[in-house]
């Protein structure tokens, strides 16, 4: 196992990743898994979420600019 | 004939006229274009449809009474005429015998025929409609010169797009030179490159008004131009076939314009529209995103890690209670069984008997002695007491 397993989130789309968060908390509330699991899950569901929030904090960023350059050509 | 024989003037004049007297009557087709009433007679010019040629054309009175109020200029006329050639003036006039005008029936079925023959042409096919630019840069526009037509597309244009741009070429729109002037600055303005759309306007007329607008020459020249070409002819029954042939049929002047230029601001408002949706879109999207994403981040199973140790914890410390339990049950049980163990053993103890006053005997050897027949005089024994023992021999 590389050192950083989790290193492939960041090449995730945002729905790739939502979709993995979303079984990642499925199998943990299921709580069959291993104690070892677990702890692989959690880590993983908590790099999969960074992911999501990087992407949307992201989008918001750029929609709020768009909004600022719409509203500065109306203003022309 | 010759320089030292010439002719009189007369002989010339005499067989001029006897040549044309020999052309007996004829028959003309042509357009009235000076009509001159008098008591006598009508004094007219009458000219060819298409090129220069024009000839005088006398209608007397006493021939054909009722001529001066049934024509007038601009007329398309059919003449029986005979020519006659005055010598005394040199001059050469038609002798109306019939005049009539050139039947409304004849000039349908005629424009009728040029229809059938240019769709067949596919002339007027779908196919060949150009589309109009969205926003012209610059509108070639052929009208007649101070025309209400030419009034009605510029300002209707511009109140839709005050930057619009117009390069007129001014031609007549009525009469037999009409066509051709049309056809010309159709041909001037598509050579232009900056043109990129081409409005030919007339305001209303009556059929025989529009019938240059129906010229095969004119058609021609419109179905070769490049341009896109509207043709913007307000007609009231029978539409002039330019209306075929052009890549739009306006139905008059100021719908040519609202056709051709957009309006500047429904335009502007429907990208602000459309750019707000769009944004708006956009923004529920990532909104609903994020609290889905803010969800799922609450949720206990990742809201915190210590759920993952602290259930194994508890387990770990259950089971170990339970240990605990298990074996403290065994040790007290165990301790029950002693305490019954010792009761009894207390009840089955001899001292309490012994201490009523009873007595073992017993032999050096520890056995008990249970009849006096086992004792000899003499013999050594053992006497057990409440409280201990004393030594004693037999008698």
Known sequence: MPDTPNADVATLSYEQARDELVAVVTRLEQGAATLEESLQLWERGEALAARCEEWLQGAKTRLDAARQAAVAAEEQ | ?395
């Open chain 2, 1 to 395: 004939m010759s320089s030292e024989a010439p002719w009189s003037v007369g002989r010339l004049a005499n067989e001029l006229k006897g040549y044309i007297d020999r052309l007996g009557e004829v028959w003309l087709e042509g357009e009235i274009t000076q009509w001159n009433a008098r008591q006598s007679g009508v004094f007219a010019k009458i000219k060819d449809l298409q090129q220069d040629a024009t000839l005088g054309l006398t209608v007397w009175t006493r021939q054909i009474p009722d001529a001066a109020a049934q024509f007038k200029s601009g007329d398309r006329v059919i003449v029986r005429a005979k020519v006659d050639f005055w010598a005394n003036r040199g001059e050469l006039t038609l002798n109306a015998r019939e005049i009539r005008h050139v039947g409304l029936g004849d000039l349908l079925e005629r424009i009728e025929r040029l229809r059938r023959q240019l769709a067949a042409e596919g002339l007027f096919d779908a196919e060949r409609k150009r589309p109009l630019p969205f926003l012209p840069q610059l509108i070639g526009l052929v009208t007649g010169e101070n025309s209400d037509a030419e009034k009605d597309v510029v300002r209707n244009a511009r109140l839709r797009w005050p930057d619009v741009r117009f390069r007129t070429r001014y031609a007549l729109v009525q009469g037999d030179r009409a066509a051709a002037e049309v056809a010309a600055g159709i041909r001037e303005l598509d050579a232009d490159p900056e043109v990129d759309v081409i409005i030919v306007a007339r305001g209303g007329g009556d059929f025989m008004n529009l019938l240059p607008f129906s010229d095969e020459a004119l058609l021609r020249a419109a179905a070769a131009c490049e341009t896109p070409l509207v043709s913007a002819i307000g007609h009231e029954n029978d539409r002039p076939l330019l209306d075929e042939i052009a890549d739009l049929r306006a139905s008059t002047p100021t719908d040519a314009a609202k056709r051709v230029v957009p309006d500047v601001v429904e335009e502007l408002s429907g990208v602000r529209q459309a750019r707000a949706r769009i944004l708006n879109r956009l923004a529920s999207f990532v909104g609903t995103e994020i609290e889905r994403i803010s969800a799922l981040r609450t949720r206990p199973a990742l809201a915190e890690s210590s759920w993952i140790i602290g259930s194994r914890e508890e387990e770990v410390a259950r089971w170990a209670d339970r240990g605990t339990q298990l074996l403290e049950r065994r040790v007290e049980s165990a301790q029950a069984a002693i305490a019954q163990l010792s009761g009894q053993l207390r009840a089955l103890s001899p001292v309490r008997t012994l201490e009523r006053g009873y007595a073992i005997a017993f032999r050096g050897d520890g056995s008990i002695l249970r009849s006096t027949s086992e004792v000899a005089s003499g013999d050594a024994l053992g006497v057990m007491l409440g409280d201990g023992e004393i030594a004693v021999r037999a008698e």
